[in-house]
């Protein structure tokens, strides 16, 4: 199925009581809280398996000149010292995914220098101690600030890295009103719960890898080209993640080098990440610089749009963080211009991180609109709807959905928007307190995907495809859907996913992974429904399947008489012209409330709101789950998260969980989401949209401007710690004196 027109009803719609939308509990849950649900690291289907232990590098730069291994390889236990000097033969790298051990080049801090193979774990870490490597250390390229002039014009990911439309320097000169402010985001890692993981074993001249991964089909293409081998003699088993939010879309060196590890030894090799070598073998968001100009006139309408966004990543790799494209369709104005350039450092592998763009983009744009309707004295929200488009400013298609206005709205009267006062004039004690809020948005892309479906005599249903669920509540949304379309309750439908011998799915990532498996079990479910009456010669018109059974007419026959024998269907969606004639985002509100010591400038949330729409909603337990834990991202964001680089050695100095700051439970007090009704016909047949990633959209923006509000103090360098606070009150005490 493509989607090439708009979707009439479906049998979702004929029961809106039914199983899609309510709030189902995880269905693999008591397997997880059991320990029953095994996660790659703990995998036991391939037995005795060897351990495998990465040597990063200790510069940022500059060649190996020599590496001596040989007390490693007589250390007790060792079975295999992989470097530069014999590691296997590779291929080409694809997309983020890098041949390992290549050459004695040092582009990164934490790049593998070597890999120790021995008996056990700890025999493994003890041989990888004793590698001695002798380097000519060169002196590193580590801030983007201070790199800037070798910033360049990236190659095009999903979108070009730059778009103009009318002449955006006439306008601005000419607006009555400018804003011209510079906001910083810094590097931020993804500190999920699983460290990555991989078993890998071969079998004959192809290989099987029990790994954390979000995406095993793009994976498996990519190895493919790794491993000089055909993808389909790549196999990736990943049933369940211990979180991901971006780490895992790619395959990280630890699984490419268990895989030549394994080659050699002909065993299985066993390896994770250790949580000081996530910050540095494994990717994270880059930090962005970012100069947001707005030109408008005195009621607040903007004639000019201009943002720009500077990143960095290791040299050769090329990706950037799209931080402007949201402001390409976020509001209304004739003239703009959005422009990203990255630039090349010593730094590890930048990548994307939950919300890629829009995440880091609405901090700082969202920011910037508050700045303008505070400098124009009009309400933030008002001044949002005064520029609400009435279609996309770019792309001069319509919406399929857009319920921006009624998020800002219903949010405004559920946190109590009305009782906000002016910046700096509401303090309780010595909590200086503020409210803000900020919109959130969302691409909402259908990515190619497939689901297999059988129906077995004993009245379950199988569904198989490889789609994973990185915590996100996948097993449990397709459960419902299928259960949904077949009549069947949940305990009559097993889910099997994460594995690349299943049909193709997307994975998880990018807010398309429950549109797209969801569409394509969907589709897949249709045409069982089919066979199904065509096997009990039933009349499709009006037939209806509920409890086991599909009635037409007068007749009734259950599943498994209908199913005896077993009866299987496959189905597929595909994106078509919907994608190009509407412009398909989901869209929100956060509200924030926020305490400011008015002493030390410690900050404290209160309260925070999220109102969201998101099309039709698959799980009403699930997708709360993921707009909080958005929010909390958020949260983190504004005012803890920040890989701190130390610009000598280039790297970051903050690499543990101990000294990287996350939020904790005591960091959010009050925390809330709401979904308002919505469906769209355009986006799939689910008529659902992406949720996983809209929540974190915008929502640090919300934080921000609250602590304005609070303060009257505007901090445009994220994360906003006391000491930021602090410098902003030593300088509102500097303007008074001066005005005495």
């Not at 002798?134 to 590193?140: G, L, Q, S, T, V």
């Amino acid at each position: 199925m493509e989607m090439n027109q708009p979707i009439g009803r479906t049998p979702l719609d004929d029961r809106p009581d039914g199983l899609v939308g309510k709030p189902l509990d995880r269905v693999e849950g008591p397997l997880k809280v059991t320990g029953h649900a095994p996660y790659a690291y703990e995998t036991r289907a391939l037995k005795n398996p060897a351990y495998g232990y990465i040597v990063p590098a200790s510069i940022a730069a500059g060649t190996i000149q020599a590496i001596d291994a040989e007390a490693a390889r007589r250390a007790p236990g060792t079975i295999l010292v992989l470097t530069h000097e014999n590691v296997p033969e590779q291929g080409e790298k694809k997309e983020q995914v890098w041949p390992q051990l290549q050459g004695t080049e040092i582009k990164f801090y934490g790049q593998p220098v070597a890999f120790v193979v021995a008996e056990t774990f700890e025999q493994a870490r003890a041989a990888a101690m004793l590698m001695k490597v002798r380097y000519d250390a060169a002196k590193p390229r580590a801030l983007l600030k201070d790199n800037m002039a070798a910033a360049y014009e990236p190659k095009p990911m999903n979108s070009p890295p730059d778009s103009k439309l009318g002449d955006f320097d006439a306008a601005f000169a000419a607006a009555p009103v400018k804003l011209d402010v510079e906001y910083t985001t810094p590097p931020q890692i993804h500190a999920q719960m699983e460290p990555h993981a991989t078993i890998a074993s071969w079998e004959g001249d192809g290989v099987v890898l029990y790994t954390s991964n979000q995406m095993p089909n793009r994976g498996q293409k990519a190895l493919g080209s790794v491993l000089k081998l055909a993808p389909e003699k790549v196999r990736i088993v990943s049933p369940y993640i211990g979180g991901g939010f971006g780490a895992k879309l790619q395959v990280q060196p630890e699984a490419t080098l268990a895989i030549l590890a394994s080659k050699v030894i002909q065993r299985p090799v066993k390896v994770a990440l250790t949580r000081q070598q996530e910050f540095h073998v494994a990717t994270h968001r880059t930090d962005t610089i970012q100069r947001i100009r707005l030109g408008a006139d005195k009621d607040g309408k903007l004639s000019a749009i201009s943002h720009e966004s500077w990143s960095d990543t290791a040299e050769g790799d090329g990706f950037f963080e799209t931080s402007a494209n949201v402001t390409r369709s976020l509001y209304a104005a004739q003239n703009r211009v959005t422009r990203h350039r990255l630039v090349n450092l010593n730094m590890p592998i930048a990548s994307s991180m939950r919300a890629p763009g829009e995440a880091v983009g609405q901090l700082a744009f969202e920011c910037a609109m508050d700045e303008l309707a505070e400098h124009l004295k009009i309400d933030p929200i008002e001044l949002r709807v005064r520029n609400e488009p009435t279609e996309d400013p770019e792309k001069k298609v319509p919406f399929s959905t857009r319920q921006l206005v009624p998020c800002m709205r219903e949010g405004a009267r559920l946190f109590g928007w009305d009782k906000r006062q002016a910046a700096g004039s509401r303090r309780e004690g010595n909590w200086l307190v503020g409210m803000g809020m900020s919109a959130a948005a969302r691409l909402n892309p259908l990515m190619p995907s497939a689901a297999k479906v059988r129906l077995g005599p004993d009245g379950v249903l199988v569904v198989r495809m490889a789609m994973t669920d990185p915590g996100t509540g996948t097993y449990t949304i397709l459960t419902q859907i299928a259960g949904e379309m077949l009549g069947l309750p949940p305990e009559r439908v097993r889910v099997e996913m994460g594995d690349t011998d299943f049909p193709f799915a997307a994975g998880s990532g990018g807010s398309f992974g429950a549109g797209s498996s969801g569409s394509a079990l969907y589709v897949a479910c249709e045409n069982l429904r089919e066979a199904l009456l065509k096997a009990g010669d039933l009349n499709p018109e009006g037939a209806t399947f509920r409890d086991g059974a599909v009635t037409s007419g007068n007749r009734t026959e259950t599943l498994t008489d209908l199913a005896k024998n077993g009866l299987e269907a496959t189905g597929e969606i595909k994106p078509g012209e919907m994608k190009q004639k509407f412009s398909q985002y989901s869209y929100g509100a956060h509200f924030a409330e926020i305490g400011v010591d008015a002493d030390t400038g410690e900050i404290r949330l209160r309260r925070m709101l999220g109102v969201f729409t998101g099309g039709r909603i698959l799980n009403a337990k699930t997708a709360r789950s993921q707009a909080i834990g958005g929010m909390t991202f958020g949260v983190g964001a504004a005012l803890m998260e920040d890989a701190v680089v130390d610009s000598r050695y280039s790297f970051f100095v903050n690499h543990d969980m101990a000294e990287y700051h996350v939020p904790v439970h005591a960091d959010i007090p009050a925390i809330d989401a709401v979904f308002l009704p919505e469906l769209d016909d355009k986006a799939n047949p689910l008529k659902s949209k992406g949720l996983g990633e809209l929540g974190i959209c915008g929502a640090g923006a919300a934080l921000a401007n609250a602590i304005h509000n609070a303060t009257g103090i505007r901090i445009r360098e994220y994360p906003m710690t006391l000491d930021k606070v602090l410098k902003g009150f030593e300088e509102q005490e500097g303007q008074a004196q001066r005005r005495t």
